[in-house]
């Protein structure tokens, strides 16, 4: 005979991890213990310790905290009581749930959240490599400049609502470029084979620059968003977390997902600059074009990546469980982030990943 709890169990909703991380705020909290996904909004107000304490954990797994009878021994009647805000369980195949279970972080006392953390970081010394890949689910504050902190956060449509138009302008540009620069080496009574003849330039020269935009996201991700300070020094540890040490602490942080304009804007004019200088008469323009939509896939398919919920057996699922493992399982491999390509001939494919593609 089934019992009436084994039947709730199963007439109960199946979330995966990103699900419940959607919800860590008073108005609408979730917590996940030993499987089980409970809303517990309406005991926030309810709860002995006060509301603080369970916020504090929101979106993550409370089971150690629930069980750590050196921090507090809960009753039976606190299990009973917690059963009633049960809606639903984690999914027991998600890859992902698995390899984020715990983040709960490493000694978050020896830093003030709620104070920029950028100009912090640097105290932390020897501690700061093992703090920052001890991730956490939190909201992240860097400056305590409010005006300074408006410009440090940038939603996931800033990307393409930047980008976009530029890209069109200089694509715009290289074909007119191009245009001009066969109009003077060649004559033909038919301009409309200028014409031709530059847009068929263009459009080869674009389709060049979206791959070798991925094979840039790779060298830059891996060799220097992942250049890691060697010793407590002030300066290497803080431009560490200020240009990727804060993503890995912060996965899930929404804001700070995608690159702000104004720190990408140095490098598409480096890159800009070199292409134009190394390849004359539009051409170089054309490979820039192809490479910023290259970018913008990149940081749009990052953002997907971490909130998104992708069909499981699909591409993308697999592409999130592999970025998964590079946030969770071992950050020194996996640094293909829109496509895993790269990581096969410099052999930084995760040993977990190949295990399971095997």
Known sequence: MVNKKESLDKNLKIFNKEDVMQHVSPEDCWVTVRGGVYNVTKFLKNHPGGPDLILTKAGSDVTN????????????????????????????QDEEYSQMSSMEGWNENLVDWNKGMVFQVYKLGHNYLKWVHSPVNKKLKLFDSEFVEFFSKTPWYVIPLVWIPIIIIVSMLSINEMHESISNKFKFENIYVYKSLALA?????????????????????????????????????????FFHGQHHKVPFDEMRLVFPPACASVFAFLLNYLLVSVLPHGIGRAVFAGGMLGYVIYDLTHYYLHHGSPARGSWVHSLKYYH??????????????????????????????LEKSN
């Not at 991700?221 to 540890?237: D, N, V």
Request: glycine share 6%; with cysteine.
């Open 324 to 353: 998964v493992l590079h946030h969770f399982d071992d950050h020194s491999t996996g640094f293909g982030i829109s496509t895993k390509l790269w990581d096969y001939p410099f052999s930084t494919v995760n040993k977990k990943f």
């Open 65 to 92: 905290i629930l069980t750590n009878n050196s921090i507090h021994q809960h009753s039976l009647n606190a299990y009973n009581l917690l059963e009633q805000y049960k809606i639903g369980c984690v999914d027991e």
């Open 201 to 241: 330039c263009f459009c080869f020269s674009f389709s060049v620059g979206l791959p070798l935009w991925t094979l840039i996201e790779y060298m830059l991700h891996r060799y220097l968003f992942h250049l890691e300070p060697k010793g407590p020094s002030f300066f290497w540890i803080t431009m560490h977390f």
